[in-house]
């Protein structure tokens, strides 16, 4: 849906924001490579420490692409149960559901930036529970919006050490054409997305209401007036999976090609939703993960290059 200027750039500008915090997180979470030698077999192994808090680091023996399955696996279950919550009405436990995963990502992200304080992991999760509770129960424009820009990178840092380049490049055209399915054929993610805003009253995703120019115009002249005028409000969004996947891939590139080549690919992945929020039209819902990824794919051929 085409929004106006001032409303795209905004929307634009988070999600650079994000890619940047989130990259910033990554590398917090680079992981310290050490050699142990297995005191039975006398053989020496490489172990990989991502200092992950409340346990969250990956199991040693599990491969990128068993860790791909594994998540496409969770995809499918998440998406099938958010669908049924939503006709069973359990707006309530999907509040709690929204409640946890908000508060282990902000505390995620939080802790990265603390890392080295004393008892970083627990500072970082007394602030993300209040930030948490505001952002599910009180419904703030502000808080909402940012504590996303930390929700999505503390995410993130979960799946980056299982998966390798190739692995997210195949993980990306996957969602790419479920999204394609989901909002030009099925049509079920605008529904997710009204149900989430209208009843659980949490949206995982960048949102900005803004008010046309017909109705800017009413408003003025109600104010003017001094009479009750009914004006609509609009909202511009993007869902949360269009800024934790391209966070995903500039995380594993940091780590596997290093970080110029990570900023690449958050410049590549900004430049391709600016170009979506251009050529989109108005009154049309549109998936942005196929524009991202090809503008990801792109950015990852360029920091191959270099």
């Known amino acids: 849906m085409k929004h106006t200027k001032k409303v795209t750039l905004i929307l634009i500008g988070m999600f650079f924001i994000a890619q940047l915090i989130g990259i910033f997180v990554a590398s917090a979470y680079l992981p310290q490579v050490s050699t142990v030698t297995n005191q039975t077999t006398g053989e020496s192994e490489i172990v990989k420490d991502y200092n992950l808090p409340y346990g969250f680091n990956p199991p040693q023996e599990i491969s990128p692409v068993s860790a791909t399955t594994s998540i496409i696996i969770a995809l499918i279950i998440a998406v099938s149960l958010m669908l049924l919550l939503m006709k069973l009405k359990a707006e309530v436990f999907l509040r709690l559901w929204f409640f946890v995963v908000i508060t282990i990502g902000i ?23 209040p930030l948490a509770i505001l952002k599910v129960f009180k419904r703030n424009i502000i808080v909402h919006n940012l504590t996303e820009l930390f929700i999505y990178p503390g995410i993130a840092t979960v799946f980056i050490p299982l998966l390798s380049v190739w692995t997210i490049v195949l ?12 909002v030009w054929h099925a049509g079920f993610m605008q529904k997710m997305a009204k149900y989430q805003m209208e009843q659980v009253k949490v949206f995982p995703g960048f949102f900005v209401p803004y008010i046309g120019k017909k109705d800017r115009v009413l408003l003025k002249e109600a104010k003017k007036s001094k009479k009750e005028s009914k004006v609509r409000v609009s909202v511009a969004i993007l869902g949360g999976g269009d800024v934790v996947f391209p966070i995903i891939l500039a995380g594993v590139v940091l780590n596997y090609l290093g970080l110029i080549q990570a900023l690449i690919i958050a410049i590549g992945g900004t430049i391709a939703l600016g170009f979506l929020f251009y050529k989109s039209e108005k009154g049309k819902f549109y998936p942005a993960m196929p524009f991202i990824t090809a503008g990801l794919l792109i950015a990852l051929g360029i920091a191959y290059l270099i």
Do not use: E, G, Q, V
Request: net charge neutral.
């Open 171 to 182: 993980l990306l055209i996957i969602i790419s054409l479920y999204d394609m399915y989901a």
């Open 107 to 129: 505390a995620l992200a939080l802790n990265a930036f603390i890392i080295k304080i004393p008892y970083a992991a627990i500072i970082s999760l007394i602030i993300a529970l």
